[in-house]
């Protein structure tokens, strides 16, 4: 059952670790995320060309403008640039700037088009997530979130996750919910994250032309691995389902 | 007609009395006749304004306008150009939602905007997915059969004539379709891709049966809309006209029969004269009030924006809120639970090509005893983008490293939807917030919860999903829960009592005041609603315009005549 699958979080892959991930290699084309993904040889740039203009501008902006941050002060970025970085696993250069997108989310008053009955509007629900990360990390002895070590973010970070913090009349799991919704669709927005997960990206005019299992479009990869997951499953002795 | 010949036409016969694909461009993918639409005065009285131009507000404007109705619609959103204003894009298709601040309560509450929610000419069915199932004949007597909810006024005969004249409209394309009132569709089923291949496979060893379709997409070209690009971003908007939203469905021909269409003119108001009949409807555009006086007023704002535009035209004669003198406007509003479960395969499936709407089963939908809960639920498929993806794994507990390790795994996997039915409770009701908008309009707050018969259903559908995907050969599965689906809020119903408009959608209280979306619906089954929607606007212009509803004090200006084709 678990043949082909060792890497996945359900089958044991994927621990906390320091550093890039084991097994994946590094990328050869293009840029992902902190240098490596599943598809060493896929830059989705290169098909630019055969994207709507429209479509095009709003894609490649994503990628020309990093904006300022407006919204959030300076200690507010350095602790929600963390948490953005401890949620995204994005421990290294190059990163995409998922804050500096969130904050020009929030400032253009760009909202989701509802808030719940017991939260805040948006914005002020990240201030408070910020507030708060800091609140937890002194409890563990660290200076503020930001500066804390690795250790201590996951740790806080899990428990934010896990509805396990207790947030004076803040609803924790809705704050969650709510931040990861924007942190979510700033990363996988940008094309180094298509790169990564081998995202054929926008397709109009050209659409696809084959659907089946296990057929790639000629300007598609096959994905990789450095290290074969069946084989390292049976290293390490992992237990698939 | 004999089956076989029927067959053989399908796809090539012209549907009656709606020339839209035809009058589309095939160069270009914007509606044609904008610069040479009718004008009204806002001072002259139309025979109808009507608010929302979506499933419909557009169906019924063009049905009437061929009656030969002057018809103002009224839209908040813009006039879609899909060429110069939609994108081949994900977070670049926000714009589409209806993205005004709301409030969400109540235990289970329901995520608006994205999703369930639309903005501009064609409304939500400009980034729906694509489905259009008829309902079944059991929905609309779910109060007899199995006494909860409640009965249609109306029955699925009545409907029937519609669903048949909207399919070939869009038109529909799937197999022959085995659930409910067999029927087939006018164009034959698209191909579909490997996931899906995987998941009718698995799902046939343990004798669940998957069909191909329904969907609003031409499998072919249909008039001058070209064929489907299998690009995958229906819920994007499609940039191709290949699948079918009152934009391209039944604006055109509206345009081309005098209705008049002014685009983001947000209704704030319905007047209403001393003897409790509705004069106009005043509306803003970019911070200007406007008056618009009408015959009839006809509201088709959806779930949310109906009950909202009722309730704040309260005055005097309502004290409560239009037509809500039986304190039901915005009650019964309802979503479908709509969990969705993904199975990872050895081979790349790469579920963001094809059209996310591609499979269907409705073997699950009516009450079967043995599962200890009433009604039941459909199984679909979706293909997840990017960023819907991240959240469908978000909602599985990652994040960190385990997330992007999902994340990278996103070509192996493939995911399936079902619609749960959910049923009608009083308190799931949309209300007034405390805060308003920037035209000083309160917003819309809707509170929803479940009870326990959603909460069995949901699970079980849940189940089904995971059987499928187990029998497919998946080797993990991920899960999430979610809503899809806005209906209820302004029931039609047999008697006052019970609802907000009787069964041709006239307000119980106001004699020339209708609802026509679907916030009329008193049940929702387990099938996605714009179909249902577009098939009762069509019942209703029907019944309008052959006289068989009388609107009384009809202005003596307007003829009522029956035209031909003008052009």
């Known amino acids: 059952m678990s043949e082909g699958v060792g890497h996945l979080p359900h089958h044991g892959g994927a621990e906390p670790h320091e550093g890039p991930p084991p097994g994946l290699p590094r990328q050869r084309r293009g840029t992902t995320p902190q240098g490596y993904g599943r598809y060493p040889d896929f830059d989705v740039l290169d098909q630019v060309d055969h994207w709507d203009e429209v479509t095009r501008r709003v894609v490649l902006s994503r990628l020309e403008k990093i904006p300022p941050i407006r919204f959030f002060d300076e200690r507010e970025a350095a602790t929600l640039g963390a948490f953005c970085d401890t949620v995204l696993a994005q421990h290294s250069e190059p990163r995409i700037p998922v804050l500096a997108m969130v904050d020009a989310k929030l400032h253009a008053h760009q909202l989701d088009g509802y808030r719940y009955a017991d939260m805040p509007p948006d914005g002020q629900t990240w201030r408070q997530v910020a507030r708060c990360l800091d609140e937890e990390a002194r409890a563990l002895r660290a200076d503020d979130f930001a500066s804390a070590s690795q250790g201590i973010r996951d740790n806080v970070v899990g428990r934010f996750a896990e509805g396990e913090l207790a947030w004076e009349g803040f609803p924790v799991e809705k704050a969650w919910a709510v931040a990861m919704r924007m942190t979510l669709s700033a990363f996988y927005s940008h094309p180094w994250a298509w790169n990564e997960i081998g995202f054929g990206g926008p397709a109009y005019p050209r659409g696809f032309a084959r659907l089946g299992p296990g057929q790639r479009e000629h300007w598609e990869e096959p994905p990789e691995f450095a290290t074969d997951p069946v084989k390292d499953v049976a290293e390490r002795g992992v237990e698939g389902e | ?567």
């Not at chain 2, 038109?171 to 034959?188: I, K, L, N, R």
């Not at chain 2, 209906?487 to 019970?498: L, N, W």
């Open chain 2, 1 to 567: 007609m004999s089956t076989r010949l029927a067959t053989v036409l399908r796809g090539s016969r012209r549907p009656p009395e709606n020339d839209s694909a035809w009058l589309l461009d095939p160069e270009r993918r914007g509606v044609p006749g904008r610069e040479s639409m009718a004008r009204f005065a806002e001072r002259e009285e139309v025979d109808m304004v009507i608010v929302g131009c979506g499933a419909g507000g557009a169906t019924l404007a063009q049905r009437l306008a061929r009656r030969g109705w002057r018809i103002v619609v009224l839209e908040a959103g813009p006039f879609w150009d899909p060429d110069e204003d939609w994108v081949s894009d994900e977070a670049g298709s926000r714009h589409l939602f209806w993205n005004d601040p709301r409030v969400i309560g109540g235990s289970d509450p329901v995520e608006l905007g994205k999703n369930n929610s639309g903005r501009g000419v064609g409304g939500s069915m400009v980034h729906y997915a694509g489905y259009v199932p008829r309902f079944h004949p059991s929905d609309f007597e779910v109060r007899s059969r199995d006494g909860v909810a409640a009965d249609w006024p109306i029955s699925y005969a009545d409907l029937k004539p519609h669903y048949e004249r909207v399919e070939r409209e869009l038109p529909a394309a799937g197999e022959h379709w085995p659930w409910g009132d067999p029927h087939g569709y006018p164009h034959s089923p698209h191909p579909v891709a490997g996931g899906a291949l995987r998941a009718m496979e698995g799902a046939r060893k343990i004798g669940i049966e998957f069909k191909v379709g329904p969907v609003a997409i031409a499998n072919g070209s249909f008039g001058h809309r070209p064929h489907c690009i299998y690009r995958g971003l229906c819920l994007q908007g499609c940039k191709v006209n290949a699948k079918g939203s009152p934009l391209i469905t039944h604006v055109p021909d509206a345009l081309a029969h005098g209705v008049e269409i002014r685009d983001r003119a947000q209704a704030t108001r319905i007047e209403v004269d001393e003897a409790g009949r509705c004069t106009g409807v005043t509306y803003v555009v970019d911070g200007v009030e406007h008056h618009q006086r009408a015959a009839v007023v006809t509201v088709a704002g959806y779930s949310i924006e109906t009950p909202r535009l009722l309730l704040h035209s309260a005055g005097p004669r309502f004290p409560h809120g239009l037509a809500n003198g039986n304190d039901l406007v915005g009650r019964g509003v309802m979503v479908q639970g709509a969990p969705q479960v993904a199975g990872r395969f050895p081979e790349e499936m790469r579920m963001y090509k094809a059209p996310p709407p591609e499979i269907c089963s409705e073997q699950f939908y009516e009450t079967d005893p043995a599962r200890g809960f009433v009604r039941g639920f459909a199984l679909q498929t979706v293909g997840p983008l990017p960023i819907a993806w991240a959240e469908h794994v978000l909602a599985d507990g990652h994040w960190g490293q385990a997330l992007r390790e999902y994340m990278r795994d996103y070509n192996h996997w493939y995911t399936l939807g079902a619609l749960a039915e959910l049923l009608p409770r009083p308190q799931n009701r949309v209300t007034l917030a405390d805060e308003s908008d920037a035209n000083g309009v309160p917003v819309a707050r809707m509170d929803y919860s479940q009870c326990d018969n959603d909460r069995a259903n949901i699970a079980a559908a849940k189940q089904t999903l995971h059987d499928v995907l187990e029998a497919a050969g998946a080797q993990d599965v991920l899960t999430i829960d979610r809503y899809a689906h806005l209906v209820g809020g302004c029931a039609m119903s047999a008697s006052p009592e019970d609802g907000v408009v009787d069964s041709d959608h006239r307000a119980w209280e106001v004699p020339n005041l209708f609802v026509c979306d679907g916030s009329v619906m008193p049940t929702q089954g387990s099938a996605n609603p714009a179909l249902t929607i577009m098939a009762l606007a069509s019942r209703l212009a029907e019944r309008l315009g052959e006289g068989r509803v009388r609107v009384p004090g009809r202005g003596t200006s307007t003829s009522w005549r029956k035209t031909s084709n003008p052009r």
